[in-house]
């Protein structure tokens, strides 16, 4: 099967990974993929606190850390190289580390066996980008961020589909999106012909360390809250869409909810699975 294309550059991305020698060189050639930050002297340490800070920030704002948490099972979407994984680790039961690209989760291994608590961790290659090898019913979260708005827009529903089934009645969701935004006319299909540039040999090695290249090749998705909650809405109950302040995006079906957290262009979908 031909590889369709909004998978490219994480695939080429995560090969990069793959020849680094430690997590540390890991973090300095493509830990900006991942949280943004750049720098000849970060840490893979580093990189981890930057999640072990926004974990207990979500699941808190968000209502989704309680008593059994340590007893629950947790599926991550797109977990990359573990930046956030290593906190669930500590903070749920069991968690299934998704992402598309393999050499990503092998890092995620060893570093959650540095930072978080490996016992807990399994992970899952997401071969097709749009459906999750788990059965019904077999997670009490399932968590994604930043990651549906790196997928094309058939995808991340299919995806967002899927964690609903996952998810066991009485549980919950926290899917992270783009809503559509000023620009977006010129971004999405820049985005389009710079990720076609990516199968081609060495050409893609070298733009995956081209932060802004990279940057508007990853742009494959914008979604607005009617678009996602509509074909779920029957499945989900307790729909709470999670924005910005100084956002203006509004949702038929959900109780709106502001976040400092939340980036401005960015929403959550957070809802309880019936
Ligand atoms: C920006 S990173 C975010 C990683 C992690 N959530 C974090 O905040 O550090 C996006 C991740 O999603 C993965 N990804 C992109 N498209 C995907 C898809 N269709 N299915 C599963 N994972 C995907 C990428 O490989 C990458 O690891």
């Given at each position: 099967?031909?590889?369709r294309?909004?998978?490219?550059?994480?695939?080429?991305?995560?090969?990069?990974?793959?020849?680094?020698?430690?997590?540390?060189?890991?973090?300095?050639?493509?830990?900006?993929?991942?949280?943004?930050?750049t720098?000849?002297?970060?840490?893979?340490?580093?990189?981890?606190?930057?999640?072990?800070d926004?974990?207990?920030?979500?699941?808190?704002t968000?209502?989704?850390?309680?008593?059994?948490?340590?007893?629950?099972?947790?599926?991550?979407?797109?977990?990359?190289?573990?930046?956030?994984?290593?906190?669930?680790?500590?903070?749920?039961?069991?968690?299934?580390?998704?992402?598309?690209?393999?050499?990503?989760?092998?890092?995620?291994?060893?570093?959650?066996?540095?930072?978080?608590?490996?016992?807990?961790?399994?992970?899952?290659?997401?071969?097709?980008?749009?459906?999750?090898?788990?059965p019904?019913?077999?997670?009490?979260?399932a968590?994604?961020?930043?990651?549906l708005?790196?997928?094309?827009?058939?995808?991340?529903?299919?995806?967002?589909?899927?964690?609903?089934?996952?998810?066991?009645?009485?549980?919950?969701?926290?899917?992270?999106?783009?809503?559509p935004?000023?620009?977006?006319?010129?971004?999405?299909?820049?985005?389009a012909?710079?990720?076609?540039?990516?199968?081609?040999?060495?050409?893609?090695?070298?733009l995956?360390?081209?932060?802004?290249?990279?940057?508007?090749?990853?742009?494959?998705?914008r979604?607005?809250?009617?678009?996602?909650?509509?074909?779920?809405?029957?499945?989900?109950?307790?729909?709470?869409v999670?924005?910005?302040?100084?956002?203006?995006?509004?949702?038929?079906?959900?109780?709106?909810?502001?976040?400092?957290g939340?980036?401005?262009?960015?929403?959550?979908?957070?809802?309880?699975?019936?």
């Amino acid at each position: 099967m031909r590889r369709r294309s909004q998978l490219v550059p994480w695939k080429v991305a995560g090969r990069v990974s793959e020849r680094m020698p430690t997590g540390d060189d890991v973090v300095r050639e493509t830990g900006w993929v991942f949280n943004n930050a750049t720098g000849d002297d970060l840490t893979l340490a580093e990189f981890v606190a930057t999640g072990d800070d926004e974990v207990p920030a979500y699941l808190e704002t968000f209502g989704l850390r309680g008593d059994h948490t340590q007893q629950q099972r947790l599926v991550e979407i797109g977990a990359g190289i573990g930046r956030m994984t290593c906190a669930f680790t500590r903070e749920f039961g069991s968690v299934v580390a998704c992402d598309l690209d393999q050499g990503f989760l092998e890092r995620c291994h060893e570093t959650v066996g540095r930072f978080g608590k490996p016992d807990r961790l399994r992970t899952l290659e997401v071969a097709n980008g749009r459906t999750l090898d788990l059965p019904p019913n077999s997670a009490d979260l399932a968590f994604s961020y930043i990651t549906l708005q790196h997928c094309e827009e058939d995808d991340a529903l299919e995806l967002a589909s899927e964690a609903v089934r996952v998810v066991e009645p009485g549980g919950k969701i926290a899917l992270n999106f783009r809503g559509p935004g000023f620009g977006d006319r010129i971004v999405v299909p820049a985005g389009a012909v710079v990720r076609s540039m990516y199968r081609v040999p060495k050409v893609g090695d070298w733009l995956s360390r081209q932060r802004p290249v990279t940057r508007l090749a990853w742009q494959a998705s914008r979604l607005h809250p009617d678009q996602v909650i509509g074909p779920l809405s029957p499945q989900l109950t307790d729909i709470q869409v999670w924005k910005n302040p100084s956002s203006r995006l509004s949702a038929v079906d959900a109780a709106m909810r502001t976040f400092e957290g939340v980036n401005p262009h960015h929403w959550w979908l957070v809802a309880e699975v019936t």
